[in-house]
C-alpha cells in the first residue's frame, strides 16, 4: 500500500514560483504512474500534471501548460512539481496522487494524499 504526503504549500505573490513535494512511502512507488489534482474553493478537484512511473511522459492540464513542470525522483520516492509564473486563480489544495495511467484518456489515480495548501496573492 503506498501512502503519500505532500509538503511546501504555502502563500506566495502572483508572477512568483513554488515547488511543492509528494513523500511516498511503499516498495512499489516507483512503478506507479503519478500525478498533481487541485481543488479550488467551491470547485470540483480538477487534474493538473501526471508523470509516468520511468518519468520518461508527462501530461499537462492546458491551464498550466508552460508554467508548471512535474518530476519525480525515484530513488527518493518524491515526485515534486514546480509551478513558475502563479496567478491568483491558481490557490487551491493541491492533491498528490498514484496509481493508473497517464496515458489514460482521463488519468484515473487510485491512491491520494491529503492535500497542501498553496495561495497565491494579487
Known amino acids: 500500500q503506498v501512502q503519500l504526503v505532500e509538503s511546501g504549500g504555502r502563500l506566495v505573490q502572483a508572477g512568483g514560483s513554488l515547488r511543492i513535494s509528494c513523500a511516498a512511502s511503499?516498495?512499489?512507488?516507483?512503478?506507479?504512474?503519478s500525478g498533481w489534482f487541485r481543488q479550488a474553493p467551491g470547485k470540483e478537484r480538477e487534474f493538473v500534471a501526471a508523470?509516468?512511473?520511468?518519468?520518461?511522459?508527462?501530461k499537462y492540464a492546458d491551464f498550466v501548460k508552460g508554467r508548471f513542470t512535474i518530476s519525480r525522483d525515484n530513488a527518493k520516492n518524491t515526485v515534486y512539481l514546480q509551478m513558475n509564473s502563479l496567478k491568483p486563480e491558481d490557490t487551491a489544495v493541491y492533491y498528490c496522487?498514484?496509481?493508473?495511467?497517464?496515458?489514460?484518456?482521463?488519468?484515473?489515480?487510485?491512491?491520494w494524499g491529503q492535500g497542501t495548501q498553496v495561495t497565491v496573492s494579487s
Open positions: 508523470i509516468m512511473w520511468s518519468g520518461g511522459g508527462t
Open positions: 496522487a498514484a496509481g493508473g495511467s497517464v496515458y489514460s484518456i482521463t488519468y484515473r489515480p487510485n491512491t
Open positions: 511503499g516498495r512499489f512507488f516507483s512503478s506507479y504512474d
